[in-house]
Structures are given as structure tokens and as C-alpha cells.
């Protein structure tokens, strides 16, 4: 009898060790990896119909998991899009734009942002890649801690590009400290005046790997030009064409450091953004040159972070979000010949606009969502934003939002989960003027001055300015050729009508 019992007993911890444990599984929030692809059109993956280049990892993602056919940026240019996507805040509520490498923090440290949320949740969080998104107070003392920065808005760990690659510093910053920087040689930044510390475009285009544009032609740090002026740091120096590797590294190991726990990982690329330098084990991997060239240097970067979560055991309990910061742009300001090479490639797919326009292609993004355990693949059209993010994130993790968290985002977990087709009812679209989604429905604000500023012309780029308002029905007109607003007047002003609500909401 004493042995009965005593396996009875023993036999009765193992069920309950294993029902506990079944439980336990089922409540396991899953690891959320955020792939985060500066500049990458909606056409300039294989999936989406790229030519000239393949994208194999990429389209591995898409063949496992979702591809969206509509999902959008908050905004066509980086910094708004990247605050909009952290906040959950649309960029224009806090005059969001593009920033100087030297600008100051422009996410308030009281606001909840992604990061702070997830913590609440449970995650290790950590940036890896490009920020943009400002640094310290104003007067970053770059020898020193730089803050506030990524700890102060919910990053438990960072390592960045504090802006972009064509900005000064040319540095990198490790949980906001330069990383390899001699106390001897300390750095200076300047937007403002010019420094005597390293060459300067301008006078030395002998020194040029590319050249480029008056606007880009500051100080010269491995044989590129960059905006701003830059003295001191050379040994802290970053080697352009090293990028990808130091940051797929740093994001491998960050996996690596936290795979026990839910951790999430904003990996933020800085391909394909210009100046593109391309990798000698990426040169000519397209027909299409350096821009070609990179897209599949991103890849490599894709499948790099997709191997590291098999390797450890952890993809089937991993969700990555595969997209882009803005539309694609051919001339940036460096002389790469990508117009000329771009051949039959259509970098916005069958959309019209690019980076800095308020037309489809500035912000319908290339969007990829993967996690093996609970996602089924296919394709999805459901209307999203990536403001919509952080909420629909917070539904997963079981997280409450307070009333001042994340005003502008929605909860559309299922739609990113692939369990509806429901999006957004309306959706606002930032570049330099605004536009509004109902449905097929496209909107565009008329501007009074539609003049188109010189610094734009030069890009090549039809940002979408008109005096008059704009109708397209995206269903019948993907291209945005047929202006049709006096046909459909009611529409016109029931449009015009939401988005004067959003914009002059104070939220």
C-alpha cells in the first residue's frame, strides 16, 4: 500500500508539473523582433515583383508568414515615421521631422512609448541600428554618456547610428557612449559652423569615394562626405562598408544574451538608405548597381537574424515585423547612377510617389509579418498603419493603455496575426502635406502654396502638391493618375471632413 500511495503521489506531481507547464507554454509571450529597412519600396523585394536583384531571405518570410498588401509608414520620411511608430503618436502632433545628427531627443521621456510598454510586460528590450531620432538635451557632450536617449525612453539596451549614414557623428554609440573613442582625441559636432578636424567636400572632391550634392558636403570620414561638420573621435571611426556586419553582430547577440526570456528587438537597419556602400561581398550582386547591390546586402542581414532564432530553438516562438521606415528614393543626394541603372525595376511597385511624397509609394510599405507557432501564411489587404503597432502589440501582451498612451493607435492584432482582414476604417498619410485613406478611397489635402521647393526637384520626386484637393479610387487606379474629386464632391468633403478632425485634434 505504502508504494501505491507513494506513486499515486509521485505520479500525481508529474501531471500537475505537466498541466503547469502545458499553461505555461500557452501563456509564453512570444519574442518580437522588428526588422526595420530604411528606404526599401514595396517593389524592391522579390516577392513584390523586384527585378534586377533577389531577395531570398526575405521572400522566405513572406512564403512563412504574412504579406501585407497595404500596410503603410505614418509618414514618407524617417524620423516622423520612426516617432510615430515608438509613441503611437502621429509625428505631426509634435512637429516631427528630419533632424540634424546633433538635434536633441524629440520623444518626451514622460510619454509611454513601445519599448516602455513591452517592459511592463515582461520583455528585455533593445535598439540595434539606426535611430534618427535625436540624442541628449541639445548639447550632447559626445565623449560622455549621451542622454537622454534610448534607456530614457524604454530601451534596456542600444546600439546605434545616432542618425544616418550620410549625417555626422560617424560614430557609433554603445548604451549611449561612443564606442571605441580615445579620451585624447574627443569629438566635436557642428551643424552649424564649420570645424577644422577632418577634410571638407568642398575643398577636397579628390578625397570622394561617390560624389554628391552641395547639401552633403561637410566633413569626409572614409572617403565620403556627410551633412555637418565633425572634429575629433578617428579612432572611433566607423568603416561604411563594415555597417551591416557590426549591426547583424550586435543584433545576433543581443538574441543570444536574452533567448530565455521574451525580449524584444528593434533592428534597424541602415541599408538602403544613401550613401550606398556596398560590402565587396555585395558588389554586383544586383544589375541595378550600389542601390541594387545593398537591397540585397539587407537581405543577407535578414537571413542572418532568421538563423541565429533556428539556431537557438526560438523562431517558432518568435515574431518578426519585416518593413520599411518610408517609400523608395533613386537619387538621394550621392552620385550612385541608381536612375540610371534601375532598368525595368519599379522600387514602388505599380504605386506612384517615393520618399517625401504624399502619394501611395511614400508610405505603403513592404510588410512582412512571421511567427511560425501562430501565424498561417498567405497574403492580407487589410488597411494598416504602423502607428497601429504599438496597440496591437499591447493586445498581445495583455498590456492596459492608460488614456494618454498611444493616442493615435489601433488595436488590429488580428489583422497582423492574419486572423482578419479588418483594418482601418480611416488612415492618415504624413509627407509634406497630408492625405487621408477610407477604404479604396485616397485623399489629398489641398496646399495653398503648391509650389515645389527646389531641394525636392532636385530629387526627382513628385511629392503630390496641388492646389486643388485630390480623389483617387485605388481600386480602379493604383497610380494615382485619375484625379476624380469633381466627379465625387460628396466624398471630397466627407473626407476633407475626417481629416480636418484628425489635425485639428488636440489628443
Known sequence: MRILNRFIYVSTIVLTLTIFDQVNAQEKKPNIVLIYVDDLGYGDIGVNGAIGVKTPNVDKLAKNGINFTDAHAAAATCTPSRYSLLTGQYAFRNKASIINGDAPLIIDTDMRTLPDMLKDAGYTTGVVGKWHLGLGDGNANWNDVVKPGPKEVGFDYSFLIPATGDRVPTVFLENQRVVGLDASDPITVSYIERLDGYPIGTERPELLKQHTDIQHLGSITNGISRIGYMKGGESALWVDEKIPFVLTDKANEFIDINKRNPFFLFFS??????????????????????????IAQMDWCVGEVMKKLKNLGISDDTMIIFTSDNGPILDDGYLDYARELVGDHKPGGPYRGSKYSVYEAGTRMPTIVTWPKEIEPGTNDALL????????????????????DAPDSENHIGAWLGKSKKGRDIMLEEAYSYALRMGDYKYIKPKKNAAIPEWIIKKFVDPGFSSEAQLFDLKVDPSEKNNIAHLRPEVVQKMQKELNNILQDKN
Do not use: C, T
Open 269 to 294: 537597419l541602415h541599408d538602403i538608405h544613401q550613401p550606398r556602400i556596398a560590402h565587396v561581398n555585395f558588389v554586383e550582386a544586383s544589375s541595378m548597381g550600389p542601390r541594387g547591390d545593398v
Open 385 to 404: 498603419s504602423q502607428v497601429d503597432i504599438y496597440a496591437s502589440l499591447a493586445a498581445l501582451v495583455g498590456q492596459k493603455l492608460g488614456k494618454k
